[in-house]
């Protein structure tokens, strides 16, 4: 367990520097106390939910280790999770030049608000960690796994990634932008294949996922999609 957390905040802090770089360099400024606030909004998000997943559910800790393309087990999805981190990014450094260039007039209190979307972004997914243990990082079906049908996965089959997108609504406006929320239409895009790419391989791998699709009928957003 000690080498998954090192694993773990290695890795955090890693994708912290990432963050710092994209935001910082494109802004051109350290004097930027939106970034600051939303990257500690982010790490200590990422930090409780880490710290809750080594301690009850260590299997899924270790799951979640496993990420990013190259763990990808199908094509499509290695081809998909690289062009998600190019959208991620996207909706980070646009707010960044923003700040830059003075495009938009955003009030203090509105970034705020872009925090708390953040971490309920975060929420979301803990919640999703709370119910489905086989929540993985990569699409795969272990031995043993099942459909969850119960808690967020009683409204959309995929919480997680309603979740993900309500985090990313929150980061252009934490980081002062209203030009950055355009970044968000391509990360939303890449979220909807990823996500119906996965239904196809879980409809064929997971027993029971076709009626559970037919019992719950929206993807992230109830009465939308």
Not at 16 to 44: E, G, K, N, R, S
Not at 146 to 174: D, K
Not at 195 to 213: I, P, S, W
Request: contains cysteine; proline residues 4%.
């Amino acid at each position: 367990m000690k080498n998954l957390l090192a694993k773990a905040f290695g890795g955090l802090i890693l994708l912290l520097l990432v963050l710092a770089v994209a935001i910082f360099l494109p802004a051109w400024t350290l004097d930027y106390w939106q970034a600051w606030v939303f990257l500690a909004a982010f790490a200590i998000s990422v930090i409780i939910i880490t710290i809750y997943l080594a301690k009850r559910d260590p299997q899924l800790f270790e799951r979640r280790l496993n990420a990013g393309p190259s763990a990808e087990k199908e094509k499509s999805q290695k081809i998909i999770q690289a062009i998600a981190q190019l959208a991620f990014l996207l909706v980070i450094i646009v707010p960044a030049l923003d700040h830059r260039w003075s495009w938009s007039k955003m009030p203090s209190y509105v970034s705020i608000v872009g925090d708390v979307l953040v971490v309920l972004g975060f929420f979301m997914v803990f919640k999703v960690f709370r119910e489905n243990t086989f929540a993985a990082a990569i699409i795969e079906v272990d031995a043993g796994q099942r459909v969850i049908s119960t808690g967020p996965y009683a409204i959309v089959r995929h919480p997680m990634y309603s979740g993900a997108i309500v985090m990313m609504l929150g980061v252009p406006i934490a980081l002062g932008s209203w030009w950055g929320l355009l970044a968000i239409v391509p990360f939303t895009i890449v979220i909807i294949a990823r996500l119906l790419d996965e239904e196809k391989f879980l409809a064929k791998n997971l027993h029971g996922y076709t009626e559970y699709c037919a019992e719950v009928r929206w993807h992230l957003v109830p009465g939308i999609f």
